[in-house]
């Protein structure tokens, strides 16, 4: 196996650049190159045509470097999967920061989610989940890399709960559990239908619905202010 790749990667890189060797200066590069060549390919020809032909062809490299670096197409896929996640998990910690209540996550919901289809994010994600019936050891992969996700969303939901006399009502991490497989359903729903109308609609009522919460949960409290006031 090892003499093979070493023979393929002595072939001449397809579009006719130089070729790196493993463990020269340049194998960050090349390694970041590969992921980007994945990205592209799952975005324009999905998984079933993400092979390392493919991926090798539109990036400019030789093949036999993905199995170097990665291991296997999959393991590669992963990646490719891990950067777009890491991307806009920093995009949505950015835009959660300063989100103090729930109308403005409803808010930041939508943005994010318009964001996410834009950047292509879902179809990455949309088309790994597609190759788990082919690929089934995908499956707890994917799920692993869920995880950070439904942390997040346990933190932010913990913060801006605090306090409405709603914080403990529901184990947290079943609400954070709940929301990112409301959110992802989603995404993954607008992605295959390639229209975000119905998307649309539902954040908006959720912003009204968050905004009416909101106005009586400082009602309430005034009230009870109120009464107890000499």
Same mark, same amino acid.
């Given at each position: 196996?090892?003499?093979?790749?070493?023979?393929?990667?002595?072939?001449?890189?397809?579009?006719?650049?130089?070729?790196?060797?493993?463990?020269? !200066?340049?194998?960050?590069? *090349?390694?970041?190159?590969?992921?980007?060549?994945?990205?592209?390919?799952?975005?324009?020809?999905? %998984?079933? /045509?993400?092979?390392?032909?493919?991926?090798?062809?539109?990036?400019?490299?030789?093949?036999? $470097?993905?199995?170097?670096? %990665?291991?296997?197409?999959? /393991?590669?896929?992963?990646?490719?999967?891990?950067?777009?996640?890491?991307?806009?998990? =920093?995009?949505?910690?950015?835009?959660?920061?300063?989100?103090?209540? $729930? *109308?403005?996550?409803?808010?930041?919901?939508?943005?994010? %989610?318009?964001?996410?289809? !834009?950047?292509?994010?879902?179809?990455?994600?949309?088309?790994?989940?597609?190759?788990?019936?082919? @690929?089934?050891?995908?499956?707890?992969?994917?799920? =692993?890399?869920?995880?950070?996700?439904?942390? $997040? *969303?346990?933190?932010?939901?913990?913060?801006?709960?605090?306090?409405?006399?709603?914080?403990?009502?529901?184990?947290?991490?079943?609400?954070?559990?709940?929301?990112?497989?409301?959110? #992802?359903?989603? &995404?993954?729903?607008? @992605?295959?239908?390639?229209?975000?109308?119905?998307?649309? !609609?539902? %954040?908006?009522?959720?912003? /009204?619905?968050?905004?009416?919460?909101?106005? #009586?949960?400082?009602?309430?409290?005034?009230?009870?202010?109120?009464? &107890?006031?000499?």
């Amino acid at each position: 196996m090892l003499k093979a790749v070493a023979n393929v990667m002595r072939q001449p890189n397809p579009k006719g650049g130089p070729m790196e060797a493993p463990g020269s !200066r340049g194998t960050g590069n *090349t390694k970041h190159r590969i992921v980007d060549a994945a990205i592209e390919t799952l975005k324009k020809d999905g %998984f079933a /045509g993400a092979s390392a032909r493919t991926i090798a062809e539109r990036g400019g490299f030789n093949q036999a $470097l993905i199995f170097y670096h %990665f291991g296997t197409i999959d /393991g590669l896929l992963l990646a490719a999967l891990d950067r777009t996640s890491e991307e806009r998990m =920093r995009a949505y910690r950015e835009a959660i920061e300063g989100a103090t209540t $729930l *109308t403005e996550l409803a808010t930041v919901a939508g943005r994010v %989610f318009r964001e996410d289809l !834009r950047s292509g994010h879902i179809k990455v994600m949309a088309e790994l989940i597609a190759g788990t019936s082919a @690929h089934p050891g995908l499956g707890p992969e994917i799920s =692993r890399r869920v995880e950070p996700w439904i942390e $997040l *969303t346990r933190e932010v939901g913990q913060r801006v709960s605090r306090g409405t006399g709603f914080d403990g009502v529901l184990p947290p991490e079943d609400m954070a559990f709940a929301v990112v497989s409301l959110f #992802l359903g989603i &995404e993954l729903m607008s @992605h295959l239908d390639g229209d975000t109308t119905r998307a649309e !609609r539902l %954040f908006s009522v959720a912003q /009204g619905l968050a905004s009416t919460f909101e106005g #009586l949960l400082r009602f309430g409290t005034g009230a009870m202010v109120g009464e &107890e006031a000499p």
